[in-house]
């Protein structure tokens, strides 16, 4: 694949990510993804210039738009409501996202300090705010484009991620979140990761390492699964000639991180006595751990996949599904863990191609994969096997996807055109089934 045909591809891949989810964004409901809400209601808060505690209302404004677009067909059977106060919506009524980080909100909020002046409908703020959480996505994939380019990336491979992030079929693309910024900090981390996997001695790659990890601390707390970055790194450090002096340099940088990352959750530690939840009194489901077992591993691999490839958006009570049970199966679970399969394994059996360190991508894609399972089995309190999760490990997981087709089919392009068209025929097949329920 030649750059100029790199370029091209990348290119249509964020216009298709853009002409795709748009319209998703002013058709679906409000609340179409379940913290919407919460994420709004923060948004407004920091407006006014208050940082929102957990057991607080939502504001009144919220609340009286909630009433008054209800849609029953988002995420029950039911056909009506019985919602007169703010009480009724029991944990939705709550600033429950407060013991989250700033950092997004805090862009939000000058955003919507814009929409106010120009005197936008809270509707169409909603609806605008949305688009704006698709941009992070955006600006993300050019930064790590960018840092490939600059790194002199040549291997098509390395790409191929870019290219498959704008055809996953997911909900984040089209709703107020979180996890977008995530990916969109988490950016700067893979373009310090990949300079340090090029070059051991670029100062820049530790510099980006860190902000990005800070950055993600600042806007997400699960986003502390970066930390995995950090043994992949020793890793390669000792394995590559046995560098003492770079492993204690790396050491040197993760405190420095950690100290930068952790006053957020030190003032969360002061206010409620947890640096990253607050649970008591408002209901919040509670996700018990998975003991480790066959059972578990089944579990987690197939709710990771499918919300992977179909996200998490809900529509009468149902997740959407483009096929019946036997084609969703081997469409979101059995080609997918084979290609990952093959990804992983292809680690030991790297790439012939001059940029072999990078395989450590690898280990990067597959420590976060591993760390949400461990979270899963032996931590509990979140459903860690919603992907959205790892929107901060996003490009590494992909990469993985991509390495797989690769050891799969070794001929190129056709290792980049049918994975392609694969998630391509998927998301259109979703958008088709999702537009047919909404209009």
């Known amino acids: 694949m030649s750059i100029t045909h790199r370029n091209r591809i990348f290119l249509l891949a964020l216009c298709f ?8 964004c002013f058709i679906l409901p409000l609340w179409s993804h379940g913290d919407e809400i919460a994420h709004f209601d923060y948004v407004l808060k920091l407006n006014r210039g208050h940082l929102p505690g957990p057991v607080e209302y939502i504001e009144t404004s919220v609340f009286a738009l909630h009433k008054m677009h209800w849609d029953n067909r988002i995420i029950t059977y039911h056909k009506s409501h019985d919602i007169e106060n703010i009480e009724d919506l029991r944990l939705a009524g709550h600033s429950y996202e407060a013991n989250q980080p700033p950092l ?8 919507r300090n814009f929409l106010l002046f120009l005197n936008i409908p809270l509707l169409l703020q909603v609806k605008l705010l949305r688009v704006l959480s698709l941009f992070p996505v955006i600006l993300g994939l050019i930064i790590i484009y960018k840092g490939l380019q600059r790194a002199k990336i040549n291997h098509p491979v390395y790409y191929y991620p870019l290219f498959f992030i704008p055809l996953l ?20 981390a893979v373009v310090g990761v990949i300079s340090l996997f090029t070059n051991s001695h670029s100062r820049k790659g530790w ?31 000792w394995i590559k000639n046995k560098d003492k002096k770079k492993i204690l340099i790396a050491l040197l940088v993760l405190l420095i ?14 206010r409620f006595s947890d640096p990253f939840r607050y649970t008591a009194e408002l209901g919040y489901p509670e996700v ?34 483009v096929f019946a049970e036997m084609g969703n199966t081997i469409v979101l679970l059995v080609i997918p863990l084979v290609i990952f399969t093959a990804g992983f394994l292809s680690f030991f059996f ?71 068209a694969l998630l391509l025929s998927y998301n259109l097949f979703y958008f088709y089934t999702l537009i047919s329920k909404v209009t």
Not at 104 to 111: A, E, N, T, V
Not at 257 to 270: A, D, G
Not at 291 to 315: A, H, K, N, V, Y
């Open 350 to 420: 790297y790439f012939d191609s001059p940029e072999k360190n990078l395989k450590y991508l690898i280990l990067c894609g597959a420590g976060t994969i591993f760390a949400f399972f461990l979270a899963h089995s032996f931590i509990g309190g979140l459903p860690y096997y919603q992907a959205r999760y790892t929107f901060g490990g996003l490009y590494f997981i992909m990469f993985v996807y991509a390495a797989g087709w690769k050891k799969i089919i070794p001929s190129e392009p056709f290792n980049f055109y049918i994975p392609a």
């Open 257 to 270: 991180t950690i100290i930068f990352s952790s006053p957020w959750f030190i003032y969360n530690q002061m």
């Open 288 to 321: 018990s751990p998975r003991p480790l077992s066959f059972s578990s591993i089944q579990d987690f691999t197939s709710s990771f996949m499918c919300t992977l490839f179909r996200g998490e958006f809900i529509w009468n009570g149902k997740f959407i599904e």
């Open 104 to 111: 997004p909100y805090l862009i939000m909020s000058l955003f």
């Open 207 to 237: 510099v980006l390492l860190s902000a990005g990890v800070i950055l993600s601390l600042w806007t997400k707390a699960i986003n502390a699964f970066l930390f995995v970055l950090w043994p992949a790194l020793i890793i390669f450090f």
């Open 17 to 24: 990510l853009l002409i795709r989810n748009i319209p998703f």
């Open 169 to 188: 079929s997911q909900d984040m693309f089209f709703s107020i979140n979180t996890d977008s910024y995530s990916f969109l900090f988490a950016s700067l």
